[in-house]
């Protein structure tokens, strides 16, 4: 039985002068479930996310994509002299159909219910990130579509955002979440696109992904660095070189991590500083988009 696809592009690219912010961008996304697209900033995560919602035609490829879709590109605008409500009830004005009788339920579903009447103006960047989902849900749709919604949240308002999108997709929703934490994407995302320069470097599960990650990276100070690095030599699953920013880098899972830190101590080498720098997912997300990106260029004024 084939499988069901909320969206699926083919050689998409869209350029900007002399700037190819798409570049034959090849992807599918499975229906249900949250999947991550994932790269830094400048990737061209942007510039798909205004061709998916049809902001901005792309110049050459092709792009499906499911029925019902609604979301929003970087963060969401109101009017900021009107209520939440009442900017909702815009919208939904404007969508027609029964769309102003989901007001309600959307606002609760957001938790904005008891602020409904609030100028949106006076809105935390958290509400108005809330606020753009509960515009999107006006539509019922099969896909949402939500660039970075944690982005600038503090850590109680990340932990929120992180918990409605997972509450979202388990209703049934195709959730298409852009990101650039890849600890984001391995605590909600069930499948993952990994960009760079605007190409596809990565896709599929995050399982898959994890089975290719490699061992996680610490940085290590010590009082001797040319001493630990001629021990690391002669250690299996232990690899040492330079920290760009002094000190060393060890990537080692937990035991060999351990054996090595014996090591320097029977040696009589110090450790004065070992801490955690990427887990085996961010190591990988590194190397994967290790390259320097093309920035991606704002579109046109819808």
Not at 151 to 180: K, W, Y
Not at 201 to 218: F, I, K, M, N, Q
Not at 243 to 272: C, I, N, S, Y
Request: one cysteine or more; charged letters at 25%; glycine letters at 12%.
């Amino acid at each position: 039985m084939p499988e069901v696809t909320a969206v699926e592009a083919r050689g998409l690219t869209k350029r900007y002068g002399d700037v190819v912010a798409a570049d034959g961008i090849d992807l599918v996304v499975p229906a249900g479930g949250v999947h991550g697209l994932l790269g830094p900033n400048g990737a061209g995560k942007t510039t798909f996310l205004r061709m998916l919602l049809g902001l901005v035609r792309p110049d050459a490829g092709t792009l499906r994509v499911c029925e019902g879709v609604a979301g929003f590109v970087e963060s969401p605008r109101f009017y900021p002299y009107l209520s939440g409500e009442r900017n909702l009830a815009l919208l939904a004005d404007l969508d027609g159909g029964d769309a102003a009788d989901r007001i309600d339920g959307a606002l609760r579903r957001v938790g904005l219910d008891e602020r409904r009447g609030e100028k949106a103006g006076g809105y935390s960047h958290g509400m108005r990130q809330r606020l753009g989902i509960a515009a999107a849900l006006l539509r019922a749709p099969q896909l949402l579509v939500l660039d970075e919604p944690a982005d600038g949240l503090d850590p109680a308002g990340i932990r929120a955002m992180r918990a409605l999108v997972a509450e979202l997709a388990d209703e049934g929703r195709t959730v298409l979440l852009s990101s650039h934490h890849m600890a984001e994407a391995e605590e909600l995302c069930d499948t993952v696109t990994v960009m760079r320069s605007g190409r596809v470097v990565y896709s599929g599960t995050v399982e898959e992904l994890r089975g290719r990650a490699p061992d996680p990276a610490h940085r290590l100070r010590t009082s001797d660095d040319d001493e630990a690095l001629t021990l690391a030599g002669g250690l299996p699953g232990v690899r040492v070189g330079p920290h760009p920013e002094g000190g060393l880098t060890v990537h080692a899972e937990q035991p060999a991590l351990d054996a090595f830190a014996v090591a320097l101590g029977r040696a009589g080498v110090a450790v004065r500083a070992l801490r955690l720098e990427a887990t085996p997912l961010e190591a990988l997300f590194f190397r994967l988009t290790e390259a320097v990106p093309t920035e991606d260029v704002p579109a046109e004024d819808a």
